[in-house]
């Protein structure tokens, strides 16, 4: 079982819907969590990070589930911008980070 | 904001030859800086870990004699992919923590490399 797991996707969405995806993480020990954003053959960009009380950002919602294990990312009124692979990345230790493969998200007009 | 460049943004080299990466902190010190590869469709995988000073601590799998790391500042690291075969073909990023921020790593550009 890989460390963190996400769905791959595409997840094809149109313009202002609401799209959610989760990622799941094997380490009970993991520290702290984040979702990072990564346009093709780009570096991956920090999105927000992900707390034990959930956390807001404009359109974006990060929530964490430590009993199930998971990390989940909602994007509201989504935008022909919001294209892109999403990163899930948990700390497992100072510096430790690993990272998903990512969820493919397109935003469709 | 922090800001972490890389130098080449590309490169294509033949089999056999070395190709040296620049990993720079533009903005602040990097008292630790990362060195990561991504295969096309597939997730960061960290490649090691260096201090401003010290040897690089290398991830599982990582040949340290193939992929030499050098830290040798606090603002620049370099990577040198020794002996490059096509199967190093890959995304290379590096990234950077500052002595303020330990937990938020800076990411630079990335580096194509393309072996022929």
């Known amino acids: 079982r890989k460390e963190v797991e996400q769905d791959p996707g595409p997840f094809n969405v149109p313009e202002g819907a609401t799209v959610a995806f989760n990622c799941t993480y094997s380490n009970s020990a993991s520290q702290s969590f984040f979702w990072y954003r990564q346009d093709c053959r780009k570096e991956p960009k920090l999105l927000m990070s992900?707390?034990?009380?959930?956390n807001e950002d404009g359109r974006f919602t990060a929530q964490l589930n430590r009993a199930s294990q998971y990390i989940s990312l909602l994007i509201r009124d989504s935008k022909l911008s919001d294209s892109a692979t999403y990163l899930c990345v948990v700390n497992i230790r100072n510096y430790q980070l690993i990272w998903g493969a990512g969820t493919k998200l397109i935003i469709k007009p | 904001g922090a800001v972490v460049s890389q130098h080449p943004s590309w490169v294509i080299c033949k089999s056999g030859t070395s190709v040296k990466i620049e990993c720079r902190s533009l903005?602040?010190?990097?008292?630790?800086m990362f060195w990561y590869r991504q295969f096309p469709k597939q997730s960061l995988m960290l490649m090691a870990t260096s201090n401003e000073g010290s040897k690089a601590t290398y991830e599982q799998g990582v040949e340290k004699d193939k992929f030499l790391i050098n830290h040798a500042s606090l603002t620049l690291s370099t990577l040198t992919v020794t002996s490059a075969h096509p199967e190093d073909s890959s995304f290379y990023i590096c990234?950077?923590?500052?002595?303020?921020?330990?937990?938020?790593?800076?990411f630079g550009p990335g580096t194509r490399l393309t072996v022929l």
């Open positions: 903005d602040f010190q990097a008292t630790t």
């Open positions: 990234s950077a923590t500052g002595q303020g921020d330990p937990d938020t790593q800076y």
């Open positions: 992900v707390y034990s009380s959930g």
